[in-house]
């Protein structure tokens, strides 16, 4: 079992950047496909990003691509999103997740963090 917990979310004015951290306890990490996840109010949970166990695959959702980058450090047990020229309609809770493979799939994924809070404003 794996406990996950996002930082660095927070309020950011549109066009800025903000650096995503999940850490994972357990010492298993770097056998878990990584998966970052947003929610906005009255929406459903939504695919933003994927990285594989040793980080040589990622994935992108459309809207966020060439805007995001995933990153894993399986030695410090965590995995980043660093989120460039933000728009507002970024703003969502952002959770991270860990599965057996890194797929756009929620239902791919074994655990949650509790999520972290994205404002972006115009």
């Known amino acids: 079992q794996v406990q996950l917990v996002e930082s660095g979310g927070g309020l950011v004015q549109a066009g800025g950047s903000l650096r995503l951290s999940c850490a994972a306890s357990?010492?298993?990490?770097?056998?878990?496909?990584m998966g970052w996840f947003r929610q906005a109010p009255g929406k459903e949970r939504e695919f933003v990003s994927a990285?594989?166990?040793?980080?040589?695959?990622?994935f992108y959702a459309d809207s966020v691509k060439g805007r995001f980058t995933i990153s894993r450090d399986n030695a410090k047990n965590t995995v980043y999103l660093q989120m460039n020229s933000l728009k507002p309609e970024d703003t969502a809770v952002y959770y991270c997740?860990?599965?057996?493979?890194?797929?756009?799939?929620?239902?791919?994924?074994?655990?949650w963090g509790q999520g972290t809070q994205v404002t972006v404003s115009s």
């Open positions: 997740a860990a599965g057996n493979r890194a797929v756009t799939s929620k239902d791919g994924y074994n655990y």
């Open positions: 357990g010492r298993t990490f770097s056998s878990y496909g």
């Open positions: 990285i594989s166990r040793g980080g040589i695959s990622t």
